[in-house]
């Protein structure tokens, strides 16, 4: 990692920014480090860099492991048979229970017809 000065980067921003794409600069002040100035070569490497500083996806990505370790997860692999069998069971269940099954002679709600005219709150 580079460090220059922050006299430096305000002198020639633009090149210090094409400059971290490829490796991030540390930024000091008075000689000692004050912040990290991070480029991005692509779109890729910008949406990388925020799911990798993002606490709430690295969370789920524990929490995800976690489950898959202690058996409750699906494999890539099984995918297309769990949802299959998901299916499977969805059908048995509205056999079973005819409430669950939709019925064409169920109503549908009425939609409002469109407003014509003016509006009440016209003139307020």
């Known amino acids: 990692m580079k460090q220059i000065a922050l006299s ?3 002198d020639d921003f633009s090149r210090f920014l094409r400059e971290a794409a490829s490796e991030q600069i540390v930024i000091t002040r008075h000689g000692r480090p004050a ?16 799911l990798e500083n993002d606490s709430g996806f690295l969370v789920r990505i524990a929490s995800a ?7 409750r997860g699906v494999r890539l692999e ?3 048979g769990a949802l299959q069998e998901a299916k499977v069971s969805e059908l048995a269940l ?6 669950l099954k939709p019925t ?20 307020r």
């Open 8 to 10: 430096e980067i305000k």
């Open 35 to 50: 912040g990290v100035l991070v480029g991005f070569a692509s779109e890729d490497d910008w949406f990388d860099y925020r």
């Open 65 to 71: 492991r976690a489950s898959i370790r202690a058996g």
């Open 78 to 80: 099984d995918l297309d």
């Open 94 to 99: 509205r056999e079973t229970c005819p409430s």
């Open 104 to 123: 064409a002679s169920t109503p549908k709600k009425p939609s409002r017809p469109p407003r014509s005219g003016r509006s009440s709150r016209a003139g």
